[in-house]
């Protein structure tokens, strides 16, 4: 007959799981009685790159009023209420970084798997083979954003980090950083960019260098052709950088045109089945038609090139 646990002798490893379950559960109460400060910082042991906490709150996704470039498919703006804070990677995940999940974990890429992959010619993206993340086509270091990734690479790495690719409501929230509903997070005019200096890596005078005939920001100077180190320009009010510029970024979600019209006003996912997942930000290609705030591009998961790369969210402190 089982003994009532005041009775029968506790062996010391039951005693230490009970124990452990004991401070895991304080933890849990503590932190939910002082979440931590909007901003805070904390450093994962697994991959190395540091996670900002992002509160939670409300705000109005999808177009605004003083956007006129908005498509269809960023329409109705509406309120999404988002319960829970989050830990989102602070910057995009690094090519050092994605080198420490293909060594713990022996992936190999789509683009690898593939033998080639979409790379910009100064016109357009074109099928180039033997292009992948170790090599992109142009010069990266460790510290720049991995490319050449599809929504599989991305996904198995979150995962593999202790997280999970952020969905889009928390993507937008997270770039909007607690401001007004405005075309592009820093406001609603283009050349604020300008004025403002080396405010993103996106299509400037360093690229048209490159690229001649290329549309660009006029006026614009970031430095750099392609991409840039991450965290080389400011961050925003939550303390994450290049939400907008040098790297577009997969989400969670499935890609729906009117999804929207039917979105849940708390937590939003996306549409539970589709074909193609969503991409948001610009990227150091992009013009500011693509630098707006509530700008969503879509691409089979399999895709890759060399615009798009990711960064994490956590549900819990790393």
């Known amino acids: 007959m089982r003994q009532p646990i005041s009775t029968r002798t506790v062996a010391s490893g039951e005693l230490s799981s009970w124990f452990v379950l004991f401070?895991?559960?304080?933890?849990?109460?503590?932190?939910?009685?002082?979440?931590?400060?909007?901003?805070?910082?904390?450093?994962?042991?697994?991959?190395?790159?540091?996670?900002?906490?992002?509160?939670?709150?409300?705000?109005?996704?999808?177009?605004?009023?003083?956007?006129?470039?908005?498509?269809?498919?960023?329409?109705?703006s509406h309120h999404v209420e988002l319960t829970k804070g989050f830990w989102m990677g602070?910057?995009?995940?690094?090519?050092?970084?994605?080198?420490?999940?293909?060594?713990?974990?022996?992936?190999?890429?789509?683009?690898?798997?593939?033998?080639?992959?979409?790379?910009?010619?100064?016109?357009?993206?074109?099928?180039?083979m033997a292009v992948n993340w170790q090599n992109p086509g142009f010069d990266q270091g460790p510290t720049h954003p991995v490319v050449h990734v599809s929504w599989y690479d991305a996904s198995l790495y979150c995962a593999w980090a202790g997280g999970r690719l952020p969905t889009e409501a928390e993507w937008e929230y997270a770039a909007r950083a607690g401001r007004a509903a405005t075309k592009y997070p820093w406001g609603d005019a283009s050349s604020a960019i300008v004025a403002a200096g080396r405010l993103a890596?996106?299509?400037?005078?360093?690229?048209?260098?490159?690229?001649?005939n290329l549309r660009t920001i006029s006026g614009y100077e970031d430095g750099f052709?392609?991409?840039?180190?991450?965290?080389?320009?400011?961050?925003?009010?939550y303390g994450l950088h290049d939400m907008i510029g040098n790297v577009a970024e997969w989400c969670a979600d499935y890609h729906d045109e009117k999804a929207y019209a039917a979105s849940s006003p708390?937590?939003?996912?996306?549409?539970a089945v589709g074909?193609?997942?969503?991409?948001?930000?610009?990227?150091?290609?992009?013009?500011?038609?693509?630098?707006?705030?509530?700008?969503?591009?879509r691409e089979l998961p399999s895709y890759h090139d060399s615009l798009?790369?990711?960064?994490?969210v956590r549900e819990t402190e790393p």
């Open 23 to 76: 401070l895991a559960l304080a933890a849990s109460a503590l932190l939910a009685q002082n979440p931590p400060t909007p901003g805070a910082v904390r450093s994962s042991v697994v991959d190395a790159l540091d996670y900002v906490y992002v509160p939670p709150g409300g705000f109005v996704m999808g177009c605004v009023a003083s956007d006129n470039q908005c498509q269809n498919d960023e329409k109705p």
């Open 275 to 297: 074909s193609r997942r969503v991409i948001r930000g610009g990227a150091w290609v992009d013009d500011a038609s693509n630098l707006r705030a509530s700008y969503r591009a």
């Open 225 to 237: 052709a392609f991409t840039a180190p991450v965290g080389t320009f400011p961050p925003n009010e």
């Open 90 to 128: 602070r910057t995009e995940v690094t090519v050092a970084a994605f080198r420490k999940f293909v060594a713990a974990t022996g992936r190999r890429t789509t683009a690898e798997s593939d033998g080639w992959s979409q790379a910009f010619d100064g016109k357009n993206l074109t099928k180039k």
């Open 266 to 271: 708390q937590d939003p996912t996306g549409p």
């Open 201 to 212: 890596n996106v299509a400037d005078q360093s690229l048209k260098r490159s690229y001649p």
């Open 308 to 312: 798009i790369g990711f960064r994490c």
